[in-house]
């Protein structure tokens, strides 16, 4: 059962303070329904709120660490009281690495996995059961990534946690088939997000100069997060079970069906020409 009309639903966005998450809070308020934004930043939620209640609708904003279990069942308690249970659940909150597995130190392994698929599991495992006991047509969409389909080298941490994303999610929607909750995987391909600006996820053995030809390469190929969120919201009109959306996502779904040593040479060439091999 598609959830078709979104007025008045209460729409809880991980990582909302930016890229992807930020687009989705607008994108979900621009229809009527109800943001629940989080983010580690808590300064630039308050700049969202500002966007989303500028459309008309309300905007609750919490500062939360998806990779504490602690932090999330907290704040779904506190949520389950004041608002009810969720209609949608969007875990979005993710960081990236850049830099080739054995000229990288292993320390940012921990945190790309702690954020990227503890944050859903935790969002996941504290929400669901509400969502479950109140009923109804109701959504969760786990973002995962393309690189969860098939990575690029240099980002082997990023790529580990996507797979296992995509991995998780096939088994929640297997557990969740006889209830009325529908959970959609979203795997974007090249989107032109922070994500990958920050220099703290980038291996020092990663020079300037290779930074600068991936800005203009997700600047060139890539398309912008409000994409992403459009899906999102026809994934959860549809009752989508996989969103393909931004460039090169689809190529690599089918490339991969067809062939993965063609796929690998395709995604070879493409990473020797940004000049990371």
């Known amino acids: 059962m598609a959830t078709t009309e979104l007025k008045n639903k209460k729409v809880l966005i991980t990582g909302a303070a930016s890229g992807i998450g930020r687009a989705a809070a607008l994108a979900f308020a621009r229809r009527g329904a109800r943001i629940i934004a989080t983010d580690i930043n808590l300064d630039a939620l ?59 130190d292993l320390a940012h392994w921990q945190r790309v996995l702690d954020i990227n698929v503890m944050g859903v599991v935790h969002g996941c495992y504290h929400f669901i059961p509400q969502m479950i006991k109140a009923g109804g047509a109701r959504h969760v969409l786990n973002v995962a990534s393309a690189a969860g389909l098939y990575p690029s080298p240099t980002m082997a941490a990023y790529a580990a946690s996507k797979h296992a994303v995509f991995g998780f999610n096939e088994v929640l929607k297997m557990e969740l088939a006889d209830s009325d909750i529908c959970v959609t995987t979203v795997c974007p391909g090249i989107i032109n997000t922070p994500i990958t600006h920050a220099r703290n996820n980038v291996s020092p053995s990663v020079d300037e100069a290779q930074l600068t030809r991936l800005h203009k390469y997700y600047q060139t190929k890539g398309c912008g997060p409000e994409v992403v969120a459009e899906g999102m919201v026809r994934a959860v009109q549809r009752n989508q079970d996989l969103l393909l959306v931004g460039p090169f996502a689809k190529v690599l779904f089918h490339l991969r069906r067809l062939s993965l040593g063609l796929l690998r040479r395709f995604v070879l060439s493409d990473a020797r020409k940004v000049g990371f091999l």
Request: hydrophobic share 40%; net charge negative.
């Open 46 to 104: 308050q700049q969202v709120k500002l966007e989303v209640e500028a459309l008309g609708t309300r905007c609750i904003i919490h500062q939360l660490d998806v990779s504490s279990s602690e932090a999330v069942r907290e704040l779904a308690e506190q949520l389950h009281t004041s608002v009810g249970a969720l209609d949608v659940l969007i875990n979005n909150a993710g960081i990236g690495y850049l830099g080739q597995f054995l000229q990288s």
